[in-house]
């Protein structure tokens, strides 16, 4: 156009008639709103445009599916520039984000994914695992499987899910994402050994001094297994953890359940939790510094290896 001019006072509404070539990729929606491959639309008296919304009687594009279609106007007695005669739009499908992860053996971590576009109408996802090493879930508290499907509401785009890794076994596992009118998304589960520390535990305190509660906590360790990268949880469908903890001196440093006291206690983690019961509930684990001299404090949790600030060996000397 080499200038905009308005329609003549005097004159009448000029009738616009907007057509999408194929309505099932790309259709026109007026205000209702109203769906199709053809809608009409005016340019009122002393206006040189049609409405730029559908709320004052414009008309918007839906890209519906993945394709191309040709948009097109017309007005009887204009003559079409280029534009108006059809414009070609490509809809691409819109994709979708996973989030990898990393976790022990036998635990549990959230997780989650994004749709790439919101105004889906309500999708359900479905998120698969490669390998049965890797279950899938919900949410952290549902025994997982191989795949999980997540309804995702119109207009939303994030949806989040639990990966579960069964024991004694490490890999990296791929997680694949699908919904209709999306492509996958994809991301990888890293299974690695789980590894814990130990809380608690006091290097000198006084003979006779209050028992001090430890516990022991699970997750995965960072490179080089100086501490937990992250604590987590006993997947649900697990045995509970047995942690081990032992006094090589119960004559200076016994080890206290209930009151009672040995040389040697158990404590459990059930699936759900990452340590071991503390201060105040059933079935703490607590150290007694009853006389002078020093114990060698162990802990053990079969097929989890400790970080190096919570080792298997902590010295105690009682003062």
């Known amino acids: 156009l080499n200038s905009v001019q308005n329609v003549r006072f005097g004159g009448t509404a000029l009738t616009v008639t907007f057509t999408s070539t194929v309505p099932t990729v790309a259709d026109l929606v007026k205000s209702g709103p109203v769906f199709g491959g053809t809608q009409i639309v005016t340019i009122p008296v002393g206006l040189y445009y049609t ?15 993945a394709g191309q279609t040709i948009v097109s106007a017309s007005i009887p007695g204009f003559t079409q520039v280029a534009s108006a005669a059809g414009s070609t739009l490509n809809i691409t499908q819109p ?15 959230g997780t989650y994914g994004y ?38 509401a119109d207009g939303q785009t994030y949806f989040p899910f639990s990966v579960q890794a069964l024991e004694g076994q490490t890999g ?53 297994n100086s501490y937990l990268a992250a604590v987590q949880n006993v997947r649900p469908g697990a045995t509970p953890l047995t942690v081990t903890f032992g006094s090589s001196n119960a004559a200076a440093v016994p080890l206290v359940v209930g009151g009672v006291t040995a040389p040697s206690q158990t404590a459990a983690i059930s ?49």
């Open 51 to 65: 409405p730029t919304d559908t709320a004052a009687g414009g008309i918007r594009v839906r890209p519906v599916l």
């Open 95 to 109: 994709g979708m984000t996973l989030a990898g992860t990393t976790l022990g053996s036998g635990l549990e971590v």
């Open 115 to 152: 749709l790439g576009a919101p105004n889906h109408g309500g999708v359900t996802v479905t998120v698969r695992s490669s390998n049965p090493l890797v279950l899938v879930a919900p949410n952290a508290s549902t025994v997982g499987d191989s795949l999980v499907t997540l309804f995702v």
């Open 172 to 224: 990296q596992v791929v997680l694949t994402a699908s919904a209709p009118g999306f492509t996958n998304g994809t991301a990888t589960a890293d299974v690695v050994t789980p590894a814990f520390d130990v809380i608690g535990l006091q290097p000198t305190p006084t003979a006779g001094a209050a028992d001090v509660s430890l516990y022991a906590r699970i997750g995965y360790a960072v490179a080089g």
């Open 271 to 319: 699936p759900g939790s990452y340590y071991t019961p503390t201060g105040g509930q059933a079935g703490n684990v607590l150290f007694r510094p009853l006389t002078q001299g020093t114990a060698t404090i162990t802990t053990t949790i079969p097929g989890f290896t400790p970080v190096l600030n919570g080792t298997t060996s902590y010295v105690v000397t009682v003062q």
